[in-house]
């Protein structure tokens, strides 16, 4: 059977988690979670064996090129400079790492699967990793799930940075420096993706506000894996278990960016008002001089 891999990015609090629930409500499909971005490292491995000029000296251009008995006699024979010696070559590497991430993420080539991937939310400015997931599997389909900035930054805050208060407004000035990072890994990580999304037909873009009022945006995806959403995939929209939200009101999800109070929001503002309408989200009216400050301070993506 003919696997399929998908992989679902974006940054963090920002719907990616839901989507992979729905996904692995599918019997044929696994998902599997965050992995604290190892494949950053794997990825700079894999380009330097098929980069170095010091494995290409001292390595590659030394063996025979028979089989692999041939190269095992060769290494180990006294006569030869053992000090580099390995058996593969640079053209081997895809068929290495391949192995090792399709054994990490498809484990025993499960017989019942027929989708595998995972989400992770780390990757948002990691070129490498794109590039080395696109070369090891070219048809893989990748989904990159976006939230309006400054929702995001309140949730993050709230969750990741300990930023429950009776005081939120108060707790939200004290962490403006907190404000300040996720903005700005919001807009790059996202403007990212933008333009993966432009130059690749596998790279597809979900909004978590558009997909909450209109199932349908994430047709032509399921529809790439051979899927359709049914009752099914919306009863887990509608679970109370396994959505990790740290707010107990569940109203008014996407206004929750108003419990920041006007000062971070204006700095937020400043930084991501114009990647977001470049993603197509339309900004607050109260905060347009930020906005407008905003394409003043930050290069558009389309320059």
């Known amino acids: 059977m003919q696997k399929k891999q998908l992989f679902i990015l974006g940054v963090g609090r920002s719907g990616t988690t839901l989507i992979q629930r729905i996904l692995n409500s599918y019997d044929e499909v ?7 971005g190892f494949l950053k490292s794997l990825a700079k491995s894999w380009q330097q064996l098929k980069t170095s000029t010091s494995m290409d000296e001292y390595c590659y251009s030394k063996q025979p090129s028979g089989e692999l008995n041939e190269i095992l006699k060769y290494s180990k024979d006294p006569k030869t400079w053992q000090a580099w010696t390995n058996w ?12 090792f991430v399709g054994n990490t993420f498809n484990p025993n080539n499960l017989d019942n699967i027929k989708v595998w991937g995972f989400k992770e939310i780390r990757y948002g400015n990691e070129s490498e990793v794109i590039h080395f997931l696109k070369t090891l599997y070219p048809d893989a389909i990748f989904l990159c799930v976006v939230r309006d900035a400054l929702n995001v930054i309140e949730s993050q805050l709230k969750t990741f940075y300990l930023g429950t208060s009776k005081y939120p407004k108060i707790k939200r000035l004290m962490q403006l420096s907190k ?3 996720i903005a700005n890994d ?12 432009q130059t690749n037909e596998n790279f597809h873009f979900i909004k978590y506000e558009e997909f909450l009022n209109d199932r349908t945006v994430i047709n032509p995806i399921l529809e790439k894996l051979d899927l359709k959403f049914s009752a099914t995939q919306e009863n887990i929209i509608n679970l109370k278990d396994g959505t990790g939200s740290s707010y107990v009101d569940k109203k008014n999800v996407n ?8 000062i971070p929001i204006f700095i937020a503002e400043t930084i991501i008002g114009q990647a ?4 197509g989200y339309k900004r607050p009216e109260k905060f347009r001089k930020a906005t407008k400050l905003s394409s003043l301070f930050n290069t558009r993506i389309n320059n």
């Open 30 to 36: 696994i998902i599997w979670g965050e992995h604290d």
């Open 88 to 99: 593969f070559k640079a053209n081997d590497t895809d068929d290495l790492y391949r192995d």
């Open 179 to 181: 404000v300040i990072k």
């Open 186 to 197: 919001w807009k790059r990580s996202n403007l990212h993706y933008l333009k993966l999304s």
């Open 255 to 262: 206004e929750r960016w108003q419990l920041m109070g006007s």
């Open 276 to 279: 977001s309408i470049d993603l």
